[in-house]
């Protein structure tokens, strides 16, 4: 894998502009971006996912390029295959568990009949043990649940880079580390390249084969 | 005593028509709206709600004004031989325009609750535009435009003074409950009025719990979150 990434986005709030300076480039499968919030980490990842557009710089992921200003490039969401795994999860309350795993195999107007019958449903049903949960609503299960389904349904169309926007933020404390292990054997086991924004050292320890420390909408220093 | 049956039927015939148009135009518009980045929209948004606030007389002239035989969508439908003074079909284009905005309100404000983040999820999955309407903000949304159309349906039915300009108080005709209840008043038919009115006030009713049951289970799941 190999990701470039270099980006500037001026916003203006109120009376305060903020400047978004970012530029790393890296082939490691474990990027994390480490700062604090409000650093400028969830725009960058919402620059790489398409639903921020910079004013200017270039997005190249595997010799692909998604944005580049110069040459006026700029790849709608849907043409990114990145797979984005929100802070809260963003599952779909009126889909229950298998029709949410199942949502990005369909791209039309029309969810897939029968998801839990889909066999790369199945696959990551068993692989994340929600069998039992294949047809509850995301609002009757568990936190850990949840970001499995959260997993399973960003990983099901195979992307070529998995975005996770502070995984563990919104789980508590003993659960954390037990699913950090648990996204820590799911890389290793499918190889899928990661990227990780976060706040939390033990992230880092982690995660970070390659680090970079963002401030102030730059990137400070690469670890 | 005349048959109640027929201006009942008539007013349910030309609710049912105004609610269906509603629920496209009124969807289609209050989507549009509710996504258009535009300093225009709040303009356009008052125009549009209009009829929930002009005098039903007011907008009826409105309607003669464009639909009468010199009126400029009035002369090019005469072209097709389609006429709408005096007639069942323009009872539902005065519906349609009184009941729109009830609609475009609930639609519109269920629209701008759909968390945007669950729509852009959609989009990184690499669900199509329409795919993410139909199957993220339209379903999230059902409930209020449901509620909308509801309201709609019983304006519609209730609808009198735009309806008794355009279409006129032709028995059998275009004579809907409403406007036989205040022809009969004006006869003084007690009587018939009393009959008329309890008809209009149960069908109401009926028409609110025959639609309470019909709330699909699906739309009743999203309230889980």
């Not at chain 2, 519109?108 to 609750?113: D, G, I, L, N, Y």
């Amino acid at each position: 894998m190999s990701i470039s990434v270099q980006i500037h986005k001026q916003l203006r709030a109120a009376e305060r502009t903020f400047r978004l300076d970012i530029s790393f480039s890296s082939a490691s499968n474990r990027i994390v971006l480490h700062g604090p919030s409000g650093s400028g980490k969830s725009l960058t990842m919402k620059a790489i996912a398409g639903l921020m557009t910079p004013d200017s710089g270039k997005v190249v992921l595997n010799e692909r390029t998604l944005f580049d200003q110069e040459s006026h490039t700029n790849l709608r969401p849907q043409e990114r295959n990145v797979a984005y795994l929100f802070q809260d999860y963003a599952l779909f309350p009126h889909l229950n568990v298998a029709q949410n795993i199942a949502f990005g195999l369909r791209r039309g107007c029309f969810n897939l009949r029968r998801p839990a019958s889909h066999p790369a449903v199945q696959r990551w049903l068993q692989a994340f043990e929600l069998e039992a949960t294949a047809h509850s609503y995301p609002a009757q299960i568990s936190g850990g649940q949840r970001q499995r389904v959260a997993l399973a349904r960003a990983l099901v169309s195979q992307p070529d880079i998995l975005l996770l926007d502070e995984p563990f933020a919104a789980l508590d404390p003993s659960l954390r580390t037990h699913m950090r292990r648990e996204l820590d054997d799911l890389q290793q086991q499918t190889g899928v390249p990661m990227l990780i924004i976060t706040h939390d050292p033990a992230d880092v320890e982690a995660f970070g084969e390659a680090v970079y420390e963002v401030r102030d909408g730059t990137i400070r220093q690469q670890l | 005593m005349q048959s109640f049956w027929i201006p009942l039927l008539l007013s349910l015939k030309v609710a049912g028509w105004a609610t269906v148009i509603n629920l496209f135009l009124g969807v289609t518009a209050a989507f549009g709206l509710s996504r258009w980045r535009s300093s225009w929209r709040d303009l356009i948004d008052s125009i549009l709600t209009l009829p929930l606030v002009l005098p039903p007389t007011v907008l009826g002239y409105y309607l003669l004004v464009l639909f009468g035989k010199r009126g400029p969508l009035g002369a090019w439908l005469a072209q097709y031989g389609i006429e709408l003074v005096f007639t069942w079909q323009g009872a539902v284009i005065a519906s349609t325009v009184v009941a729109f905005p009830l609609v475009l309100k609930s639609a519109r404000s269920a629209f701008e609750q759909v968390d945007h983040q669950l729509e852009n999820a959609a989009r990184v999955l690499g669900v199509s535009e329409a795919g993410v309407f139909f199957r993220v903000s339209l379903p999230l949304a059902a409930r209020g435009i449901t509620a909308g159309v509801l309201l709609a349906f019983a304006r519609a039915l209730g609808e009198f003074g735009a309806t008794l300009m355009i279409a006129g108080n032709l028995p059998g005709r275009t004579q809907t409950l409403s406007v036989a209840i205040y022809e009969a008043v004006q006869a003084g038919d007690d009587n018939t009025a009393t009959a008329l009115v309890l008809i209009t006030s149960a069908t109401c009713v009926a028409v609110l719990l025959i639609a309470g049951r019909l709330m699909p289970g699906q739309l009743r799941r999203s309230d889980l979150s």
